[in-house]
Every structure is written in C-alpha cells, then in structure tokens.
C-alpha cells in the first residue's frame, strides 16, 4: 500500500509519539528512527515532544497519570523530553538526554547509508549488501517505546552493521 501511495505522489513522515523512554535498554528507538526513515524511504519524522515536563525532570523522571475516559495511563517515563532545562544546574541552554545523542547517532548512521546508497545505486555489489544488512535489522516498529528490545534485539547486530557499512565507505571513498 505504501508503494502505490507513493507512486500516487504521496509522501511520508512518521511520530515518535509514546516511543521515547528513559528506562529502556539500548536506545533502541531513538537510535533507529533514521534507519527506519531509510528503510521504509520516509522523509521525515517529528518529536512530538522535547521539554514537556509535567514534573520538574532532575528530580522525577516520569509522568502523571492522565485520566481518559475510559481508563488511566501514563505516558512512557521520560517521553516529551529529549533536553532538561538547563536552569538548576545554572545553564541558560537546554541540555542534551542520552536518547538526544541516540538520535543524533542514528542521524550520522543515515548519513552513512545515503552516501553508500549512491555506490548501490551505481551496481557496486558490497554496497548493495551492506545496506540490505542494515535493513534486515530495522523491523517495523513496536507499538509501545517501553519495549526497544523488540526493536534492537541484537544492538551488536546493529553495531556491526553500522561499522560494516562505514568501513565499506571509507573504502569507497579512499578509491577516488
């Protein structure tokens, strides 16, 4: 379906929506978000939120209970924050989560694989091979950020792909 929209002129953006967490192995989502942009060939995706603190988060890193009408919940702790405000610490700038930096890794990571893609693109084989490894790593995402494990559940699998693909490309480049 996504193909025929496509072909349709359509284009796609995705939400991390209830996927940022702080207590979840691996930074699994924030570090994948651009693989799955790559992947799935989607130009963009929004944080829906970077300082919505409902509690001062230096002290408490989760949320209130929202009551909805047909039930409670909580958000994930620490979704609706990527930077801390930087005032109790004497900063007049926001400063920086773990998951912020995650996402900023997965941004490098996508970097790599456009560069390398232009090298699939040409017929170069390894190129090619590299990049459908980093694919098969990226599965279609989970319905809740409290379990990345779904989403990497093998971070030296990743890891490995990353470096294989940045490897190959400073080969490539080194060629010219």
């Not at 995705?14 to 207590?23: A, F, L, P, R, V």
């Not at 988060?57 to 994930?76: G, I, N, Q, S, V």
């Not at 700038?93 to 390398?116: K, Q, T």
């Not at 590299?130 to 990497?152: D, Q, Y």
Request: charged content about 25%.
């Amino acid at each position: 379906m996504i193909d025929e929209r496509r072909k349709a002129g359509d284009r796609f953006w995705y939400t991390t929506d209830g996927q940022m967490c702080i207590d979840t192995p691996y930074l699994a989502n924030e570090r994948l978000l651009p693989w799955f942009g790559f992947k799935y060939a989607v130009e963009a995706y929004e944080f829906w939120g970077v300082s919505w603190y409902t509690y001062n988060p230096w002290k408490y890193a989760w949320h209130p209970f929202l009551d909805r009408r047909t039930h409670k919940f909580r958000f994930p702790n620490g979704d609706g924050y990527l930077a801390y405000p930087g005032e109790e610490l004497g900063l007049s700038e926001p400063v920086p989560s773990i998951r912020l930096m995650g996402v900023r890794e997965g941004i490098d990571d996508f970097e790599i694989f456009l560069e390398l893609e232009k090298y699939a693109k040409a017929g170069n084989r390894l190129a090619e091979q590299a990049l459908e490894r980093v694919k098969s790593l990226v599965i279609t995402p989970n319905m809740s950020g409290v379990f990345s494990t779904n989403v990497m559940p093998d971070p030296d699998a990743v890891q490995a792909a990353w470096i294989e693909a940045g490897e190959l490309l400073d080969q490539l480049l080194n060629l010219l």
